[in-house]
């Protein structure tokens, strides 16, 4: 318990410290009175501790209980903090490279520090849009080593870290699936992070994925967040919802005498709770000889394994795309390397998507635009 409360601590400091850096680099600097800047930087720290106050709503960091005005609001404020910091650092280093070239120089003025906070606002605003609209259709083609015929030109909508909350209610969810079916899949599959709360907390969001439609169904894998939030009932409700879901199995997909397999794996994050993690010798057990394999793992980090183990598709999501560009660089580490795009490895293409929607506790996207994922599959030569 003491351990338990010990990393809670320190996850809250830990996105405290660009505050407490913006407080005494940006704001105490400024030529204003006191009593307004202690204002401000309780303002500040009240932005900064969101996820405390998510916690404090819901009992987890994950699933901020507010209105979505409120999500929304705490979300632009502690983008705006990250941002500011972010050019607050940049100054400090270009003033401190001018000290070090002149040997004097003097210190920024308050003009260039309130355009600085302006330019974060704004920067907040235009992240908070991207990350809460429904995504476009994007398009990407993937050629396939063997394909069978019946299988070329194949379409799959692929959706990943839909993260439905009070960020992304049941309205964002109806809208998605209405575009998704538009999208004239062939197949739909989620790749995970369905939800963030409990199915007593999400039921009624969730409830327009009971229409997603394709003429060979919808097919799912857990992504790490339904780990958060009691795994087994989610499963039996995403099940109830239509989702096939294919936690370490596969299913043969048949078109005339033509077949393709498609295998799933529970999470990386799974035996943490208790939950049989990712077994890829179970998910491909008994697969047909010769037939392609088409794999959805929520986290791309193994995705050398499955090349190694023969699939030919690999679609995965989980990072977001990075969310902010220069952020997907400090992510790219604890996953080998794959953030965003398209990747290959020997034969196997692997997909990462950046997501559909993301984590509401920091909903936030700069140059890294969520998707809708059309993947069109083409025989290769």
């Not at 720290?45 to 404090?56: A, T």
């Not at 070239?101 to 308050?110: K, Q, V, Y």
């Not at 809208?175 to 009624?204: C, P």
């Not at 037939?291 to 793992?297: A, G, N, Q, R, T």
Request: charged share 15%; glycine share 10%.
């Amino acid at each position: 318990m003491a351990a338990s409360q010990g990393v809670r601590a320190i996850f809250h400091l830990f996105f405290a410290l660009p505050c407490l850096y913006v407080i005494a680099r940006w704001l105490w600097p400024l030529s204003v009175m006191l009593e307004l800047k202690i204002v401000v930087a309780v303002l500040l720290l009240v932005g900064s501790q969101f996820h405390l106050w998510s916690r404090l709503s819901s009992g987890s960091v994950f699933a901020p209980e507010f209105p979505r005005a409120v999500v929304l609001l705490f979300n632009w404020a502690f983008g705006a903090i990250l941002l500011l910091a972010v050019f607050q650092l940049l100054l400090d280093l270009g003033w401190l490279a001018t000290l070090w070239a002149r040997r004097s120089a003097a210190g920024p003025g308050d003009q260039l520090r309130f355009a600085m906070a302006v330019a974060a606002a704004i920067l907040a605003c235009i992240g908070i849009w991207n990350a809460v609209r429904v995504p476009p259709v994007k398009d990407v083609e993937i050629t396939v080593r063997g394909l069978p015929r019946a299988f070329n030109g194949y379409r799959i909508v692929q959706l990943t870290d839909l993260h439905i909350s009070t960020l992304f209610p049941a309205a964002w969810t109806r809208r998605m699936v209405e575009r998704t079916n538009a999208a004239g899949a062939d197949l739909i599959v989620v790749t995970g992070d369905f939800i963030d709360g409990s199915v007593a907390m999400r039921r009624d969001d969730v409830a327009p994925l009971r229409d997603l439609r394709a003429a060979d169904g919808v097919y799912a894998i857990p992504g790490n967040h339904e780990y958060f939030f009691s795994y087994p009932e989610w499963m039996r409700h995403l099940a109830g919802l239509g989702m096939r879901m294919l936690p370490n199995r596969l299913a043969v997909l048949t078109r005339g005498g033509d077949r393709l397999v498609l295998a799933g794996v529970t999470d990386l994050s799974a035996p943490s709770v208790g939950e049989a993690g990712p077994d890829l010798a179970a998910a491909l057990a008994g697969r047909p000889a010769g037939v392609p394999v088409l794999l959805l793992d929520h986290q791309p980090r193994e995705a050398r394994r499955a090349a190694a183990a023969g699939v030919a598709v690999q679609l995965s999501g989980h990072t977001h795309g990075g969310m902010i560009v220069g952020l997907d660089r400090l992510v790219a580490p604890a996953n080998n390397g794959f953030v965003s795009g398209m990747y290959r490895l020997g034969d196997m293409t692997l997909y990462v998507s950046n997501g559909t929607a993301l984590w509401p506790g920091f909903a936030l996207r700069l140059g890294r635009p969520s998707e809708l994922t059309r993947i069109t599959l083409r025989a290769r030569p």
